[in-house]
Each structure stands twice: as structure tokens, then as C-alpha cells.
């Protein structure tokens, strides 16, 4: 279907394949695809029921759950909606703009839809070295930042990501009968991964000119506010320190120390279980307590820090003062209502919220807009309400896995 | 990986199933029970961590498969010796070593490429789980099944006097009723024959088992045989709680038990017996004699002699004419734990190795001592023609 829409006589070249650069290859797709998606619609005809699967939104969280349906369709049968052809283009600024060089996930914080095999195993390969797997017994495996982007370079050629592409931002999600209209194009089931909204700026820092947000590429000053205190804070009072700058930590709340987001029940059955259990007002208490910033525990953090403490570099203040720099490591905006499209969706649909998240039913689906003929299913940030650490990889793959358990069994698919 | 309850009795049954088809294997190649025994004890014993101890871990990292592997084993070992299952040490570890690796294997790669959300569920296979624990509750059933199936045919034999000599020819435990009596001696004339609670008069053995394995004689009383009271020659056998009466037989045997040394270990335990030129004797044979209580005999009360390997613990010997305990012809005698009173000198051979002796060690034979009871005997021990006497708790071999 992709093929038919975007077969007129002023389509672009196909894209190159074999040698090409992933680069050239991203460029010819993004041509081709804006191509398609650009074309109008002859005046008075319906829109088309695809009768398949769409995912809204190519970045990370999309790409897990392409990964994840490509288990049970062909390409040509998912369409994919966003607006980068590739899966960790704003990632990839992100993790550059904090010097990140290894991730926080372990060896299956991959986006491969089974957790085996884990990245330690091609690290193995790669590093030519028992290690890898030793570490990842131990839990103390974590892939390099440039080993999860070669690996999602790999499945991105191998999947046929590029083949489902349609590079569109998609302005409005409505339902219909069985199944969704995105912007004209009908799909029966929709699994929306629209990523963070934006950045979180603190309202009492905007307009200053000294601040700068730690996932925006930065250089150090002499005398750095690192605002926050979670991952990227310590990643930003670490860096700073290195390249030789005075660091000064401006945090509300001690930051937690553990391994993962959030604890690691929380990532199975054993902790979601009871979490779905819980009534709203408590469920909502237990994901703010979840939100609390945090950093893997060990000496790859607490030394440096000590040792800048001691020599008077480093310290804990209360407010920003006279840095030269101030870097916001205050992460994301949150809740649905950053999102024009879930905020559009949730008004047109009268959808249920809490507070600032979207209800959704334990398997990430829409509850309201989801049944037997459809499925409308949330992945990614703001499906929280179903799995806390729903902006990782592994949550991404929760709600893909559910997706698509949901689909396969849906009896007019 | 953080399990749910039912997470981990899925993976623990879904990872037992391949392990028990095995054991299925190998008990049918085997002929013995104990592959099948030992996979079950497994899988109840890791259902019962499972529930009382393991379920209290969130999350468990990959290392702790071993240590919790090991209290496992440590409990399964446990409860096969306390239970007296005794399957053999080093095939029973194998197949623990292999059911853990197993579940390792199943656990860290087959499941999750399985079942994509295998680490999200807990460890829940869906209905593979439960199709799993189906199949092993079938196979265990299948299995006990087999078991009852196979048991030998139980024959009564009613009370009062039946008129031997009865040869039984088929797989069957022969029960008395009390009061059963066979006149003329039992002859066991196939594998697997039990005879329990029956007592036999006369015949030229008693009891006679040649060529047969698997024989069980249990609470049997023997009078009055002309040979032997329970002959035993190229089978294995059990013989426990018996009664023989060898009085006035000058040249039989109490029990005798020969010539199987390649059909493994043989028992004489918890047995009477009075008269007769030995008590129980084996040769070449492996057998170990244990808790009788021997008098009166005329050659030797024990005699483990013909190149046989041998225990002999915790027997009560009285009275015994000559020798009580006899290690002879390139043996290999244990002897501990046994009380020898009162063995009287044969003075009428002229033998300096009949003078009354308590233990002789004999011919190139090796005998070890621990913890023997001798008393009122005219010479305790004696080792001769190059033999050997050790007093050591275990023996060398």
C-alpha cells in the first residue's frame, strides 16, 4: 500500500541500497516518503481503509514496537508515522549533548522484541572478550552508547523500518467505526508513541541567558548549576567536573541510587501487578514517588564527586547564585496535555485522565477506543499509567508485546 | 528477572518436562525406578523452595541460579538419604547438574526467544505453562501407573499345610497367610519372585533360588532341610527376617549364598539361625550381613570366604563350635559392630584354626575389625597364610 501511494510520475528515486550511507538512505526515504505523504487526496473520495496496523511516531519508542510487530506482519502491512526516518536521531543529540557514554540499561535494553539474545552477546563479538557476559550475570553490564546505536542501526536495515516509513507528523487521531482515522488514512489498530512533548524548562529559569538544557549540545563554563538530579544531572556534574569546571549541584530532593529507573519488580508482572491493583489517587502517589530523580549506585559516580568535594569543587546548593552556566537537568515535560494530539484525542473522545496522565488499561490500550474490531494502544511516556518506567526501552516493548498480543487475537483482524 | 509465583512453577515444570522424559528413558533402559524417583523429588522439592522461600525474592539476578541450586541439591540429597532412596551418588548428581543446566539454559535464553514477553509475565509461559505442568502430571501419573502395573501378582497361600516341593515359575509375591506351611522346600524358578511369611518344612533345600534375580525372602521360617536351609547360587538376593532351624544337620547350611558376584550386592538381615555347619556363608559374593543372631553352628557361624567382598555388622554369635567368624580364600572381610560369646574349641579336628576362635582371617584374605564384641572366646583372633588383620572403621576397598 506504501508503494501504491507513492507511485506518481513525479516520485522520487528509490532509495539506494546495498553500499549507500545510512545517511543517503535516510535522505532518499525522507524524500520519497514526503513525497507520498504530500500527495493530495482526489477531492470527494473516502479515506482509505487500510485495514492494518500504524504506529504514530518514529523514534525510539516506535522503532521497539516495529521491531516487536514485525514478529507478525510483513512490512508492507505496519505503517510507521513520524517525522525522522531515523529511530534515534533525537536520542542520539540527547546522549551527545550529556556526553552519555554508556547506557543506564543492561544487556537487554536492546529493542529487539525478545530479551534474548542481550547486547552482552554481541559485545562478546565485538570486544572479543568473555566480559560482556560475565558482567551481565552480575548485573553489571551496560552497553556502550555506541554499541545501542550500531545495534539499532542493524535492525533498522534488517526490519524493513524504512519500507514502512511514511515520514508525516500526524496532527489528529480520531476514532471511527472499526478502527482509526489518522489524518485521512484509516487503520484498525493504532499504537501511538509520540515520545516526550518537550523539554522542562523550570519557569523560573526560562529567559535567562545563562541557561542552557543538559539535552541541548553544551560546552562547559568555568562555574556550572547543574539544576536536578537525576541520570543526566549526574552525568552533567561528572562531565563538567572533567573538563575541569566548578560544579554546583542545585537539587529540591536527595536523588535515589538504583540501578534502573525504577525498581526492578516494577518491570514484570510481580510489581505491575499490584500497581494495577491500586485505585487511582494511589496509583498516582506511587508513580510520583516512581518519578523521583535517580542514578546507578557505585564509585564510577561517588568518586569523582568526593574527590571534587574535597578539593572545593563540587556542592550542593539551594539556588543557581552566579555560575556562569546553568544547565536544566530537569528532563521532560510530563502529562498528556503537552501533547497536542493526546490532548485533542482526550477532548474529542472524552477520554479518562488522572491528573496529568492518560487512563489506560493495564496492556497500554486505550480503553474507551479499544475493543474487539480495534485497538488504540499508548507506548512510550505517557503510557505510564499502565507501566512506570514506560519511557525505556523495556516499556516500550511492554506495550508493543501487549499490542500485539491484543491484535493477533482481535477476530476481525 | 523478577518472578511472579506462578512464573516460577511454569518455568521450574516446563523446565523439569525434558528432564523427565529422560529419566523415563533411562529407567526403561535401566530397569530401576530411581531416574524417575530422583527427577520427581526434584521437581517437588524445587516446587516446595519455590513457595516457601524463593517466592520472597523480587528480583532475582542470573548468579543467584547458583547458590539456589545448591540448597536444592543440598535438600534433595537430604531427602534421598533420609528416605534411604539411595540412588547411585555420582548418575543421581549428573542428573541434577543436567536439570539445572536445563532450566539455566531455558531460563536465560529459551523462554524469552519463546514467549516474547516472558521476562514482563513474571517467568508465565501462558498456556504453555500450564500445558507443561500438564504433561509432567501426566508423566508422573503415566509413570506411578507403570509402577503399580508392574508389581508382581500377590499369591495366598492359606493357612495349614500344602504339600511341597512348590516350584514358583512366574513373577509373583508368594504371602502366607499365618500358619502356612510348605512341605518339601520352595524352588524360585523366575525373576522377581517375593515370598513373605511362609514356613517351610523339609525339602533338600528349603528354600532354592538358582539362576534368578531379584528374589526377596522375607519373614520365612525353614525346618527341617536336608542341604541347605536357603540356597542361593547365581542370583541376587534379599533375605530378611527368617527363621532357620538347622539342628541335627551336621553338614548343611544355614544360608548359602554363591556365585553371584556380578549380580551386585545381596542381604541376609534381622534372621535366626540354629545349627547346621555354617551359618551363613557366601562365596564369591558380594553380601552383606547385618543384625542376625547365629548359634550352635558346627564349622564356622559367618563365613565369608571364595574370593568374596563382604560386611558382616552387628550379629550376635553364640556358642559357636571351631571359628565364628571366617574370612577366608582371598576375601575381603568387614567385620564390625558383631558380638561373638562363648565359641567352644573344636578339639576333635586337632586344628590349630578350630581352636575356638572368634574371627579367622585365612589364605590371602584381608580382614578388618572395628568395633567388635568378643567375649568368652578361647582365642579372639588370628590371622593366617598370609593374611591380613586391620582394626580400621572402613574397609580398604
Same mark, same amino acid.
Given at each position: ?413 | ?91 543421581? $548428581? #549428573?542428573? =541434577? +547438574? ?5 532450566? &539455566?539454559? *531455558?531460563?536465560? @535464553? %529459551? ?13 508465565? $509461559? #501462558?498456556? =504453555? +505453562? ?5 504433561? &509432567?502430571? *501426566?508423566?508422573? @501419573? %503415566? ?13 495366598? $497361600? ?240
Amino acid at each position: 500500500m506504501l508503494a501504491s501511494l507513492a507511485g506518481s510520475t513525479s516520485r522520487p528515486a528509490e532509495p539506494a541500497s546495498g553500499t549507500a550511507s545510512p545517511r543517503r538512505r535516510h535522505d532518499a526515504f525522507r524524500a520519497r516518503a514526503e513525497h507520498s505523504a504530500l500527495r493530495p487526496r482526489a477531492p470527494g473520495t473516502a479515506p482509505e481503509t487500510r485495514g492494518r496496523v500504524a504506529i504514530v511516531g518514529s523514534g525510539l519508542a516506535g522503532f521497539t514496537a516495529y521491531q516487536t510487530l514485525r514478529r507478525a506482519f510483513a512490512p508492507e502491512e505496519i505503517a510507521v508515522f513520524g517525522t525522522d526516518a531515523d529511530p534515534v536521531a533525537t536520542w542520539r543529540v540527547r546522549a551527545a549533548a550529556i556526553r552519555q557514554r554508556e547506557m543506564r540499561s543492561e544487556s537487554d535494553g536492546h529493542c529487539l522484541p525478545t530479551s534474548f539474545p542481550g547486547l552482552a552477546f554481541s559485545s562478546v563479538r565485538r570486544r572479543r572478550s568473555l566480559r560482556p557476559l560475565l558482567e551481565t550475570v552480575v548485573d553489571r553490564y551496560h552497553p556502550t552508547v555506541d554499541e545501542f546505536l550500531a545495534h539499532v542501526e542493524r535492525l533498522r536495515e534488517r526490519s524493513g523500518w524504512d519500507e514502512s516509513l511514511v515520514l508525516r507528523r500526524v496532527e489528529r487521531v480520531r476514532a471511527v467505526d472499526g478502527g482509526f482515522d489518522l489524518d485521512g488514512e484509516r487503520f484498525q489498530h493504532v499504537l501511538l508513541a509520540l515520545g516526550h512533548p518537550g523539554l522542562n524548562m523550570p519557569e523560573e529559569l526560562r529567559g535567562d541567558p545563562r541557561v542552557v538544557h543538559s539535552y541541548e549540545p553544551h560546552d562547559y563554563a568555568g562555574t556550572v548549576t547543574v539544576v536536578g538530579a537525576g541520570l543526566a544531572a549526574a552525568t552533567e556534574w561528572v562531565n563538567a567536573l572533567a573538563a575541569g569546571a566548578e560544579v554546583v549541584s542545585v537539587r529540591r530532593r536527595e536523588p535515589l541510587r538504583r540501578p534502573l529507573n525504577v525498581p526492578r519488580h516494577y518491570f514484570s508482572r510481580r510489581g505491575l501487578a499490584a500497581f494495577h491493583r491500586l485505585p487511582p489517587r494511589e496509583r498516582i502517589e506511587r508513580l510520583r514517588t516512581l518519578s523521583t530523580p535517580s542514578y546507578p549506585p557505585g564509585a564510577k559516580w561517588d568518586e569523582p564527586l568526593a574527590r571534587a568535594a574535597g578539593e572545593g569543587r563540587f556542592r550542593v546548593e539551594q539556588s543557581p547564585n552566579g555560575s556562569a552556566q546553568v544547565i536544566c537537568a530537569t528532563g521532560f515535560l510530563r502529562g498528556f496535555r503537552h501533547d497536542p494530539l493526546l490532548t485533542r484525542l482526550v477532548a474529542e473522545h472524552e477520554l479518562e485522565t488522572e491528573e496529568r496522565w492518560l487512563v489506560l488499561d493495564s496492556d497500554s490500550a486505550v480503553p474507551a477506543l479499544s475493543d474487539e474490531s480495534r485497538t488504540l494502544a499508548v507506548a512510550g511516556a505517557p503510557a505510564q499509567w499502565a507501566f512506570p518506567a514506560a519511557d525505556t526501552l523495556a516499556g516500550a516493548k511492554y506495550a508493543a508485546h501487549r499490542f500485539l498480543r491484543r491484535i493477533s487475537t482481535c477476530r476481525t483482524r | 528477572m523478577s518472578y511472579t509465583l506462578r512464573g516460577r512453577f511454569e518455568s521450574r515444570l516446563a523446565a523439569l518436562l525434558p528432564l523427565l522424559l529422560g529419566c523415563c528413558v533411562l529407567t526403561a533402559i535401566l530397569h530401576q525406578w530411581w531416574p524417575i524417583e530422583l527427577c520427581a523429588l526434584m521437581g517437588a522439592v524445587g516446587l516446595a523452595f519455590d513457595l516457601q522461600a524463593w517466592r520472597l525474592l523480587r528480583y532475582q539476578p542470573a548468579w543467584a541460579m547458583v547458590p539456589l541450586g545448591a540448597v536444592e541439591l543440598g535438600a534433595m540429597l537430604a531427602v534421598v538419604y533420609g528416605f534411604g532412596l539411595q540412588p547411585p551418588l555420582w548418575p543421581a $548428581l #549428573g542428573l =541434577f +547438574g543436567a536439570g539445572w543446566l536445563i532450566s &539455566v539454559v *531455558l531460563a536465560q @535464553a %529459551g523462554y524469552p526467544l519463546l514467549r516474547l514477553s516472558y521476562a514482563e509475565d513474571g517467568g508465565e $509461559l #501462558g498456556r =504453555f +505453562g500450564l500445558v507443561a505442568a500438564g504433561a &509432567v502430571a *501426566l508423566t508422573l @501419573a %503415566g509413570s506411578g501407573a507403570t509402577y503399580v502395573a508392574q508389581l508382581p501378582p500377590v499369591v495366598h $497361600l492359606s493357612t495349614g499345610v500344602h504339600q511341597g516341593p512348590l516350584v514358583i515359575r512366574q513373577r509373583e509375591i508368594l504371602q502366607g497367610a499365618p500358619g502356612a506351611v510348605v512341605k518339601g522346600g520352595i524352588v524360585v524358578a523366575h525373576d522377581d519372585v517375593q515370598i513373605r511369611d511362609v514356613t517351610v518344612i523339609g525339602g533338600t533345600n528349603g528354600i532354592s533360588v538358582d539362576g534368578y534375580r531379584n528374589t526377596v525372602i522375607d519373614g520365612v521360617t525353614v525346618q527341617g532341610a536336608k542341604l541347605d536351609g536357603i540356597h542361593v547360587r547365581l542370583g541376587g538376593v534379599i533375605i530378611r527376617n527368617c527363621t532357620v532351624d538347622m539342628l541335627g544337620n551336621p553338614r548343611g547350611q544355614g544360608i548359602d549364598i554363591s556365585f553371584n558376584m556380578d549380580l551386585g550386592m545381596s542381604m541376609v538381615e534381622g534372621c535366626t539361625i540354629v545349627g547346621g555347619q555354617e551359618g551363613i556363608t557366601t562365596h564369591y559374593s558380594m553380601t552383606d550381613v547385618m543384625n542376625n543372631d547365629i548359634s550352635r553352628t558346627t564349622g564356622e557361624a559367618i563365613s565369608v570366604t571364595e574370593m568374596s567382598m563382604g560386611m558382616a555388622s552387628h550379629n550376635t554369635v553364640r556358642d559357636a563350635l571351631g571359628v565364628a567368624l571366617y574370612c577366608n580364600d582371598r576375601s575381603m572381610c568387614m567385620f564390625d559392630h558383631n558380638t561373638v560369646i562363648g565359641t567352644r574349641p573344636d578339639v576333635a579336628s586337632g586344628l590349630r584354626t578350630r581352636r575356638g576362635l572368634a574371627l579367622l582371617v585365612n589364605f590371602q584374605s584381608e580382614g578388618y575389625l572395628w568395633q567388635n564384641r568378643l567375649v568368652g572366646n578361647p582365642v579372639a583372633t588370628s590371622a593366617v597364610d598370609n593374611s591380613i588383620l586391620r582394626r580400621r572403621s572402613t574397609p580398604s576397598w
